[in-house]
């Protein structure tokens, strides 16, 4: 038989006014298993906590029922208490006769009997409560910084500035990501290169940050504070330690290649970094173009090289490292555009993306900054800016807004202007979202000192004319078509999941949205959390953002991991699901259910070691206390604890009439 | 067992049990206390993690139990703290509801919502409504007979062995 | 090979050059159109609106005859036509019902009938393409048309609702062209390959259609064309009759041929120059083509 | 002013969106229909006007309009348009609402004897579908 006390308190008259508080003591002695009742002025003060402590030291009670405020409120004070009295802090329930009850209900009768009944309804829900333990794990106190863009980058010097460990990878030859191709950024109008090249090499300089380029990661096992994750460093075919950065080997290649760094404009070699200021500064052979990987000669590099550091038959190198946190910075790709064939791109030479805008527009890309168009090489006199290229667009594209686009594109007029100081830059879009701080002015800044000629409209059609680009578009404003010759256009295309995103996302166990963004945890209070304890985002991995958000969201994540990692311990609340392996059927409902992914299938054996049936396991490190699995069970195997049917049960088995 | 309480109408309220997820709803009924709005008194909230917790049997077992209506409410869709919890608790819900129906059960008296957290008004209507309409209805008398007669059978079974 | 083929209305009259011609060239390369009998017209235009169903009628009338003819002849199980407009309507109406089983059971109830939306219909060019294969016609070719620059002129009927016909991308299609090329023919790209000719219009108001039809000459003039060619009668009728029209408000417009893709490939088929019509040709291609040595 | 849930519908404008099968409500009013049409320059209300003007409810302007007597359902609008809307199918239930009306409508005796003779038969019958009642 249990001993549970119950507490009724009166809140000052906040409940006794409309509830006879006396009663319910009084009636609640005549409860099975009740030992002791008494009400009290006000059970959180702290007179009113020492009276609990004392109490249940006195009376040995196993359980205890406040029939008080509601459990959001005051749970932790009296499980805190209790606990200090001895009494494990599981076996403490609150009965809600506040909020739900004295506050609500006017009519004291009414709220009397109410008040009865929920109490009721709790003692017999606490005498079934189990002592739980909050679960103890240790953590490794080490991360993991998946990306190497301005996001991962960001992540990994706030992590390591507190003093630890952090490994980037990334799946490029360099760190760098998408930022570094842009040639000035929004609303300053600063060189990307110059603020983005100390960040490289500062972190190519910390002692706490490992790098590994060229590499992904395969696999991830393990839970928050123990993960292990497997990764693959491709073979670069240059013995990374060896290579001075000296540049010969990329020199003396006598294969070009395109350079994807400078979107397909200008030319690299089989070997080569992607541009001069890369980190780690090493070449790398592009295998599926290299001479001699074709035909078996020419090892010209080999020749070449000082250090002797090229090495043909590098294979790929597995790492595996224990980290306690993860943050995912993959960074975005930019929609393929072949799907629009009414802006005629990749069939006009001079109708470009924005990012071939970027490298155009950059001192060091492959124009050496100045504007000139690819297809003839001479200045552009009128540019034509497209705005929502695939964004907003449900019928080809994306319905959501790509959010960057109108800033850029605002910026572009700009760059274009302060070059070709007579030309005209015409920029169609359907609406202005500045939303930012300094935003708006700067794109008054386009439009009023840079004479920028915005258009309310998109365009449906561009094609050639003699040198010309015919574009057709609309001003909805004044509701006319618009017919514009221009000399270059240029598409703002929509940001885009990164290719294959789904795939790391089913590899890490996060999940991700219809579009392959990364989901946050809650859109307004857990933003850089994933669902998976442990995990979390930074940057366009997780929907489109500019520098500043995603600089913003990259020292949040660290802030995460840090506070994570900074724990020599991890407790949690035990309110998670076990299993009961004598009943478990092997269905696996609960393990398509559960949301966390915190359910695996567990192999029993014999004394052989022989597999003689599976059942349910649950990762208590994982598992968030839903209980969707508890419902979803058939034979009752699975089930929630703290929210167990038969408590349930006694819960509604107190309220029969 | 409430033949008494069937005959004398007057005196007759409804009891109405309401399973409501930690979240969105209890946070919703809390907050209605906070504002002090002030509600029908018949309505026993019973809280879970998530409305994805919530086994159809619960709702069985109220109505034995002498529930006249129940109301289950969480989180609205796409909000759920869980993430996905009360969209398993709708799909669960449609496919048992058929099933409900056809066992006889009267639909009339399972209520569900999605109440928010700063709903506290919505929560305040709900009950109002849920009570206001299972008032029309009167106790869940049908229910409770089948019950006696269970019980009766069990003791059947029991004396046969 | 035999295949049922609907002329629509315009093919047994205005456009009997198209119809002559493809015959001509069908046997050239080794199947034949057979002519359903009693066909009635498709309507030349799809009702945009809901409700519409007798719009519907009239091609699926059409669509239901060409099986059962074909069944009955044992035909290919298909429908080929020549006109643009005829191969839009029937496409699209088979996609409506594919979409929305409620109209073809409307229609069905309307026509007594039993269709299942399911007559495969194609154009000639695609018969070209798929069954005969480009090479082959490559092959036939007994005049190569050398030196002679065309632009293919698909017009709005065959590319456009994309989904719901689906013959070609819209913005770069290859079928019209791959054609060409095979006869040996200049293509010239040309940018108003699928803009309209002003279409209908030509009843209500002559003027629109001639600036819709002189912007698509315009377009393969720039792009070097010497003739247009097309596949729909009442593109050639636009382009073709309208250019003095245009000339009126373009000065300096000069003339351009339009001739209909079947001409051109019966007479490298080996086809008389002398035996083909140009009839509905207001600009008479025969200098042009005399100009370029090919007759 | 046209606001509030309780606003009666314009019945004119109910009847051309029953009409169309359109939902105007999805239109954003990026003009691409207006951009793409090939007869936008001549149009007192281009497409995309037509749309707004819909959503608006401004049916006297709209029944003054005259556009959709320009519109050559060429297609362009509704193959293009991000929203997955239809223009054209707007167009041709503002024509056929003329029509009905007997507002306005092409009177076959009044056709071009030249043209009658020559054009192909298809001109006359789409042109009978779209412009005679």
Same mark, same amino acid.
């Given at each position: 038989?249990?001993?549970?006390?119950?507490?009724?308190?009166?809140?000052?008259?906040?409940?006794?006014?409309?509830?006879?508080?006396? &009663?319910?003591?009084?009636?609640?002695?005549?409860?099975?298993?009740?030992?002791?009742?008494?009400?009290?002025?006000?059970?959180?003060?702290?007179?009113?906590?020492?009276?609990?402590?004392?109490?249940?030291?006195?009376?040995?009670?196993?359980?205890?029922?406040?029939?008080?405020?509601?459990?959001?409120?005051?749970?932790?004070?009296?499980?805190?208490?209790?606990?200090?009295?001895?009494?494990?802090?599981?076996?403490?329930?609150?009965?809600?006769?506040?909020?739900?009850?004295?506050?609500?209900?006017?009519?004291?009768?009414?709220?009397?009997?109410?008040?009865?009944?929920?109490?009721?309804?709790?003692?017999? &829900?606490?005498?079934?409560?189990?002592?739980?333990?909050?679960?103890?794990?240790?953590?490794?106190?080490?991360?993991?910084?998946?990306?190497?863009?301005?996001?991962?980058?960001?992540?990994?010097?706030?992590?390591?500035?507190?003093?630890?460990?952090?490994?980037?990878?990334?799946?490029?030859?360099?760190?760098?990501?998408?930022?570094?191709?842009?040639?000035?950024?929004?609303?300053?109008?600063?060189?990307?290169?110059?603020?983005?090249?100390?960040?490289?090499?500062?972190?190519?300089?910390?002692?706490?940050?490992?790098?590994?380029?060229?590499?992904?990661?395969?696999?991830?096992?393990?839970?928050?504070?123990?993960?292990?994750?497997?990764?693959?460093?491709?073979?670069?075919?240059?013995?990374?330690?060896?290579?001075?950065?000296?540049?010969?080997?990329?020199?003396?290649?006598?294969?070009?290649?395109?350079?994807?760094?400078?979107?397909?404009?200008?030319?690299?070699?089989?070997?080569?970094?992607?541009?001069?200021?890369?980190?780690?500064?090493?070449?790398?052979?592009?295998?599926?173009?290299?001479?001699?990987?074709?035909?078996?000669?020419?090892?010209?590099?080999? &020749?070449?090289?000082?250090?002797?550091?090229?090495?043909?038959?590098?294979?790929?190198?597995?790492?595996?490292?224990?980290?306690?946190?993860?943050?995912?910075?993959?960074?975005?790709?930019?929609?393929?555009?072949?799907?629009?064939?009414?802006?005629?791109?990749?069939?006009?030479?001079?109708?470009?993306?924005?990012?071939?805008?970027?490298?155009?527009?950059?001192?060091?890309?492959?124009?050496?900054?100045?504007?000139?168009?690819?297809?003839?090489?001479?200045?552009?006199?009128?540019?034509?800016?497209?705005?929502?290229?695939?964004?907003?667009?449900?019928?080809?594209?994306?319905?959501?807004?790509?959010?960057?686009?109108?800033?850029?594109?605002?910026?572009?007029?700009?760059?274009?202007?302060?070059?070709?100081?007579?030309?005209?830059?015409?920029?169609?879009?359907?609406?202005?979202?500045?939303?930012?701080?300094?935003?708006?002015?700067?794109?008054?800044?386009?439009?009023?000192?840079?004479?920028?000629?915005?258009?309310?409209?998109?365009?449906?059609?561009?094609?050639?004319?003699?040198?010309?680009?015919?574009?057709?578009?609309?001003?909805?404003?004044?509701?006319?078509?618009?017919?514009?010759?221009?000399?270059?256009?240029?598409?703002?295309?929509?940001?885009?999941?990164?290719?294959?995103?789904?795939?790391?996302?089913?590899?890490?166990?996060?999940?991700?949205?219809?579009?392959?963004?990364?989901?946050?945890?809650?859109?307004?209070?857990?933003?850089?959390?994933?669902?998976?304890?442990?995990?979390?985002?930074?940057?366009?991995?997780?929907?489109?953002?500019?520098?500043?958000?995603?600089?913003?969201?990259?020292?949040?994540?660290?802030?995460?991991?840090?506070?994570?990692?900074?724990?020599?311990?991890?407790?949690?609340?035990?309110?998670?699901?076990?299993?009961?392996?004598?009943?478990?059927?092997?269905?696996?409902?609960?393990?398509?259910?559960?949301?966390?992914?915190?359910?695996?299938? &567990?192999?029993?054996?014999?004394?052989?070691?022989?597999?003689?049936?599976?059942?349910?396991?649950?990762?208590?490190?994982?598992?968030?206390?839903?209980?969707?699995?508890?419902?979803?069970?058939?034979?009752?195997?699975?089930?929630?604890?703290?929210?167990?049917?038969?408590?349930?049960?006694?819960?509604?088995?107190?309220?029969?009439? | 067992?409430?033949?008494?309480?069937?005959?004398?109408?007057?005196?007759?309220?409804?009891?109405?049990?309401?399973?409501?997820?930690?979240?969105?709803?209890?946070?919703?009924?809390?907050?209605?206390?906070?504002?002090?709005?002030?509600?029908?008194?018949?309505?026993?909230?019973?809280?879970?993690?998530?409305?994805?917790?919530?086994?159809?049997?619960?709702?069985?077992?109220?109505?034995?139990?002498?529930?006249?209506?129940?109301?289950?409410?969480?989180?609205?869709?796409?909000?759920?703290?869980?993430?996905?919890?009360?969209?398993?608790?709708?799909?669960?819900?449609?496919?048992?509801?058929?099933?409900?129906?056809?066992?006889?059960?009267?639909?009339?008296?399972?209520?569900?919502?999605?109440?928010?957290?700063?709903?506290?008004?919505?929560?305040?209507?709900?009950?109002?409504?849920?009570?206001?309409?299972?008032?029309?209805?009167?106790?869940?008398?049908?229910?409770?007979?089948?019950?006696?007669?269970?019980?009766?059978?069990?003791?059947?079974?029991?004396?046969?062995? | 090979?035999?295949?049922?083929?609907?002329?629509?209305?315009?093919?047994?009259?205005?456009?009997?050059?198209?119809?002559?011609?493809?015959?001509?060239?069908?046997?050239?390369?080794?199947?034949?159109?057979?002519?359903?009998?009693?066909?009635?017209?498709?309507?030349?235009?799809?009702?945009?609106?809901?409700?519409?169903?007798?719009?519907?009628?009239?091609?699926?009338? @059409?669509?239901?005859?060409?099986?059962?003819?074909?069944?009955?002849?044992?035909?290919?199980?298909?429908?080929?036509?020549?006109?643009?407009?005829?191969?839009?309507?029937?496409?699209?109406?088979?996609?409506?019902?594919?979409?929305?089983?409620?109209?073809?059971?409307?229609?069905?109830?309307?026509?007594?009938?039993?269709?299942?939306?399911?007559?495969?219909?194609?154009?000639?060019?695609?018969?070209?393409?798929?069954?005969?294969?480009?090479?082959? @016609?490559?092959?036939?070719?007994?005049?190569?048309?050398?030196?002679?620059? @065309?632009?293919?002129?698909?017009?709005?009927?065959?590319?456009?609702?994309?989904?719901?016909?689906?013959?070609?991308?819209?913005?770069?299609?290859?079928?019209?062209?791959?054609?060409?090329?095979?006869?040996?023919?200049?293509?010239?790209?040309?940018?108003?390959?699928?803009?309209?000719?002003?279409?209908?219009?030509?009843?209500?108001?002559?003027?629109?259609?001639?600036?819709?039809?002189?912007?698509?000459?315009?377009?393969?003039?720039?792009?070097?064309?010497?003739?247009?060619?097309?596949?729909?009668?009442?593109?050639?009728?636009?382009?073709?009759?309208?250019?003095?029209?245009?000339?009126?408000?373009?000065?300096?417009?000069?003339?351009?041929?339009?001739?209909?893709?079947?001409?051109?490939?019966?007479?490298?088929?080996?086809?008389?120059?002398?035996?083909?019509?140009?009839?509905?040709?207001?600009?008479?291609?025969?200098?042009?083509?005399?100009?370029?040595?090919? @007759? | 002013?046209?606001?509030?849930?309780?606003?009666?519908?314009?019945?004119?404008?109910?009847?051309?969106?029953?009409?169309?099968?359109?939902?105007?409500?999805?239109?954003?009013?990026?003009?691409?229909?207006?951009?793409?049409?090939?007869?936008?320059?001549?149009?007192?209300?281009?497409?995309?006007?037509?749309?707004?003007?819909?959503?608006?409810?401004?049916?006297?302007?709209?029944?003054?309009?005259?556009?959709?007597?320009?519109?050559?359902?060429?297609?362009?609008?509704?193959?293009?348009?991000?929203?997955?809307?239809?223009?054209?199918?707007?167009?041709?239930?503002?024509?056929?609402?003329?029509?009905?009306?007997?507002?306005?409508?092409?009177?076959?005796?009044?056709?071009?004897?030249?043209?009658?003779?020559?054009?192909?038969?298809?001109?006359?019958?789409?042109?009978?579908?779209?412009?005679?009642?």
């Amino acid at each position: 038989m249990s001993r549970v006390g119950v507490f009724v308190c009166h809140c000052g008259t906040n409940i006794s006014a409309t509830v006879d508080v006396a &009663k319910v003591a009084e009636e609640m002695k005549n409860q099975p298993g009740v030992v002791y009742t008494e009400d009290y002025k006000f059970m959180c003060s702290s007179p009113g906590q020492g009276k609990l402590k004392e109490i249940i030291d006195e009376h040995k009670l196993d359980s205890v029922v406040i029939a008080a405020c509601s459990p959001h409120m005051h749970e932790k004070t009296f499980r805190n208490a209790a606990e200090a009295a001895g009494l494990n802090s599981f076996k403490v329930e609150m009965a809600n006769i506040r909020e739900q009850c004295s506050w609500v209900h006017p009519d004291k009768a009414e709220g009397t009997v109410k008040s009865l009944d929920l109490t009721k309804k709790m003692i017999e &829900k606490v005498r079934l409560n189990e002592e739980l333990d909050k679960i103890v794990m240790p953590v490794t106190k080490k991360a993991l910084v998946i990306g190497g863009g301005i996001a991962g980058i960001q992540a990994a010097l706030d992590i390591a500035a507190a003093g630890t460990e952090v490994i980037i990878v990334e799946k490029d030859v360099t760190l760098g990501g998408h930022m570094i191709q842009l040639s000035e950024t929004f609303p300053t109008l600063d060189c990307s290169q110059c603020i983005m090249t100390p960040k490289m090499v500062e972190a190519s300089l910390n002692p706490n940050i490992t790098i590994y380029t060229y590499a992904e990661v395969e696999a991830l096992d393990g839970y928050v504070g123990n993960f292990r994750a497997r990764i693959r460093r491709k073979a670069k075919s240059v013995v990374e330690e060896d290579c001075t950065g000296c540049g010969i080997c990329q020199e003396k290649c006598p294969k070009k290649v395109d350079n994807p760094f400078e979107m397909g404009h200008g030319k690299s070699k089989a070997i080569a970094v992607p541009f001069p200021q890369a980190v780690p500064n090493v070449p790398v052979i592009d295998r599926d173009s290299c001479i001699y990987y074709k035909t078996g000669k020419c090892r010209i590099c080999e &020749k070449v090289c000082g250090p002797k550091c090229i090495d043909f038959d590098q294979q790929d190198e597995i790492v595996n490292v224990d980290i306690g946190a993860i943050v995912v910075a993959t960074g975005y790709d930019t929609m393929p555009l072949d799907r629009f064939g009414e802006y005629g791109y990749g069939k006009y030479k001079d109708v470009i993306d924005g990012l071939t805008f970027e490298r155009m527009a950059s001192a060091a890309g492959f124009t050496e900054g100045e504007m000139k168009r690819p297809s003839d090489g001479k200045t552009p006199e009128t540019v034509v800016f497209i705005q929502c290229v695939g964004s907003r667009d449900e019928s080809k594209g994306v319905s959501y807004c790509s959010k960057i686009c109108c800033m850029y594109s605002a910026k572009q007029t700009m760059l274009y202007k302060h070059k070709v100081h007579h030309g005209k830059a015409h920029v169609f879009y359907m609406d202005i979202r500045a939303g930012g701080k300094n935003y708006e002015e700067f794109v008054r800044r386009a439009i009023e000192e840079d004479d920028a000629n915005y258009i309310r409209g998109r365009v449906s059609r561009v094609y050639e004319k003699g040198d010309k680009l015919i574009v057709k578009g609309a001003d909805t404003l004044s509701g006319r078509p618009v017919t514009i010759e221009a000399d270059m256009v240029v598409l703002a295309t929509a940001m885009t999941a990164r290719k294959g995103a789904d795939k790391l996302a089913q590899t890490l166990g996060i999940s991700y949205d219809r579009y392959n963004f990364f989901s946050e945890s809650h859109p307004k209070l857990r933003p850089v959390e994933t669902n998976t304890a442990g995990i979390f985002l930074a940057g366009a991995c997780q929907a489109p953002k500019d520098v500043p958000e995603t600089v913003a969201q990259a020292s949040a994540a660290a802030s995460k991991v840090l506070g994570l990692l900074s724990q020599e311990t991890l407790k949690r609340e035990p309110i998670t699901a076990e299993v009961n392996e004598a009943n478990c059927i092997a269905c696996f409902d609960c393990l398509n259910i559960c949301p966390y992914g915190a359910i695996t299938s &567990k192999g029993i054996t014999d004394r052989d070691g022989n597999i003689i049936k599976e059942v349910a396991e649950v990762n208590p490190g994982v598992c968030q206390g839903c209980g969707l699995c508890n419902a979803a069970c058939r034979s009752k195997t699975i089930e929630l604890r703290g929210f167990k049917d038969n408590q349930i049960y006694a819960e509604i088995n107190s309220l029969a009439v | 067992m409430s033949e008494e309480k069937v005959e004398n109408k007057e005196v007759w309220t409804p009891r109405i049990i309401a399973y409501v997820c930690n979240w969105c709803t209890y946070g919703g009924a809390d907050l209605a206390g906070t504002s002090r709005k002030t509600y029908d008194a018949s309505v026993r909230v019973i809280k879970l993690p998530c409305t994805g917790r919530i086994d159809p049997l619960f709702l069985l077992k109220a109505f034995e139990r002498g529930a006249d209506s129940i109301l289950v409410s969480g989180c609205h869709p796409g909000d759920c703290h869980y993430n996905t919890g009360n969209y398993h608790s709708r799909r669960r819900w449609t496919a048992f509801r058929d099933l409900l129906e056809f066992s006889g059960i009267d639909m009339r008296r399972i209520h569900f919502s999605w109440i928010s957290a700063a709903e506290a008004v919505k929560w305040v209507d709900v009950v109002n409504d849920v009570s206001e309409k299972t008032k029309e209805l009167g106790p869940y008398t049908e229910f409770q007979r089948i019950n006696e007669k269970i019980k009766e059978y069990d003791g059947i079974f029991a004396e046969q062995g | 090979m035999k295949i049922p083929y609907y002329p629509g209305c315009t093919l047994n009259t205005n456009a009997k050059d198209l119809q002559e011609c493809a015959e001509f060239s069908a046997e050239a390369l080794g199947f034949s159109m057979v002519e359903m009998p009693d066909w009635n017209c498709c309507g030349a235009s799809l009702p945009l609106t809901a409700n519409s169903a007798m719009g519907y009628a009239g091609p699926t009338n @059409v669509l239901i005859g060409a099986k059962e003819e074909g069944q009955k002849e044992g035909l290919e199980d298909k429908l080929v036509t020549l006109c643009a407009v005829c191969y839009n309507v029937l496409k699209r109406t088979n996609y409506a019902f594919n979409k929305d089983a409620a109209k073809l059971d409307t229609i069905n109830s309307l026509l007594e009938s039993d269709y299942k939306g399911d007559t495969n219909v194609v154009h000639f060019l695609e018969v070209l393409r798929d069954d005969i294969g480009f090479d082959k @016609v490559k092959e036939s070719v007994s005049k190569e048309l050398k030196g002679l620059k @065309v632009a293919p002129y698909y017009g709005c009927f065959l590319l456009r609702p994309h989904e719901e016909v689906g013959l070609d991308d819209p913005y770069a299609p290859t079928i019209f062209e791959g054609l060409l090329k095979s006869l040996g023919c200049e293509v010239v790209d040309f940018s108003h390959k699928g803009e309209c000719c002003g279409s209908y219009s030509a009843m209500s108001n002559a003027e629109n259609a001639a600036e819709c039809s002189f912007s698509v000459i315009d377009a393969a003039a720039a792009a070097g064309a010497d003739v247009i060619a097309t596949t729909c009668p009442l593109c050639q009728y636009n382009l073709d009759s309208k250019q003095a029209m245009m000339k009126k408000n373009h000065g300096d417009m000069k003339e351009m041929p339009i001739i209909y893709f079947t001409q051109l490939l019966s007479m490298a088929l080996g086809k008389d120059i002398g035996k083909i019509s140009f009839k509905s040709n207001s600009i008479n291609p025969l200098p042009l083509l005399k100009e370029k040595g090919l @007759v | 002013m046209h606001s509030g849930h309780e606003a009666a519908k314009d019945e004119y404008i109910e009847q051309i969106a029953e009409l169309s099968g359109e939902d105007v409500s999805l239109c954003y009013q990026c003009g691409k229909c207006t951009a793409g049409c090939p007869m936008a320059e001549k149009m007192d209300l281009p497409p995309s006007m037509v749309m707004r003007y819909m959503q608006m409810e401004h049916s006297d302007e709209l029944k003054k309009a005259t556009s959709r007597w320009d519109c050559i359902g060429c297609l362009v609008c509704g193959s293009r348009c991000p929203k997955l809307c239809n223009p054209a199918a707007v167009m041709e239930a503002l024509r056929q609402e003329d029509m009905r009306k007997g507002t306005r409508s092409e009177e076959i005796e009044k056709l071009p004897v030249n043209f009658v003779k020559n054009a192909p038969q298809q001109a006359l019958v789409s042109g009978f579908r779209k412009y005679v009642p």
